[in-house]
Every structure is written in C-alpha cells, then in structure tokens.
C-alpha cells in the first residue's frame, strides 16, 4: 500500500513538476515579445501564480503546484496573444496610414 502511494505521489511530483516548467516557458515566451509592456497585468498574474506553484511544490502540495501552473500557463499565453493581437492592430493601422498618404501623392500627381 505505502509503495503504491510512493508511486503516486511520485507520478503526481512528475506531472507538477512538468507543469511548472510548461508555465516558466510561456511566461519566457510572452516576456521575449514584451508582453510586460502592453499586458502587464496578465502576464504579472502568471508570475504570482508560478511562485505559488513552486511554494506549493515545496510542500509536496503536487496536484495544487500543477493547478496553479496550469493557470500560470494560460494567464502567459493570454497575454502572448493579446500582445501579438495588438501588434497585428498597430501594424494594420499603419498600413492604413501609409495607404491614404499613397492616395494623396496620387492624386497630387495626376492633377
């Protein structure tokens, strides 16, 4: 019985563990696209939640780590896509810009 509980909470340790270097990988990737200038908020949410995975991990609290990194995961990747989302719109708007000054010098120059 104790070696099946071993296992299990061995197993459970494995998978939080997983999670949790899931979650510091997304928050990398989200901060590499400066997601902590345009969405601080959610990106500052996925950091708390990773060190309360990682506290709960250090009291052998496996399947609250991996929770608490599986929300840390999500918050990072929100913020991953609204950063990118928000890029795209910027970029977008600048190709409008640029189009209506093209139309300008159009016009100027076929007068």
Request: hydrophobic share 40%; aromatic share 2%; proline share 1%.
């Amino acid at each position: 019985m104790l070696l099946m509980a071993g296992c299990a909470s061995s197993g459970s340790r494995s998978i939080a563990s997983s999670k949790i270097s899931e979650s510091e990988k997304a928050i990398s990737v989200a901060k590499e696209i400066n997601a902590s200038t345009n969405i601080p908020v959610d990106l500052r949410n996925a950091e708390n939640k990773l060190i309360q995975a990682n506290s709960a991990f250090k009291t052998e609290e496996y399947a609250k780590a991996a929770r608490l990194a599986e929300k840390a995961t999500i918050d990072a990747d929100y913020a991953r896509i609204q950063t990118n989302a928000e890029k795209s719109k910027n970029d977008a708007d600048q190709m409008r810009l640029n189009l209506v000054d093209l139309r300008r010098d159009l016009e100027r120059i076929s007068r």
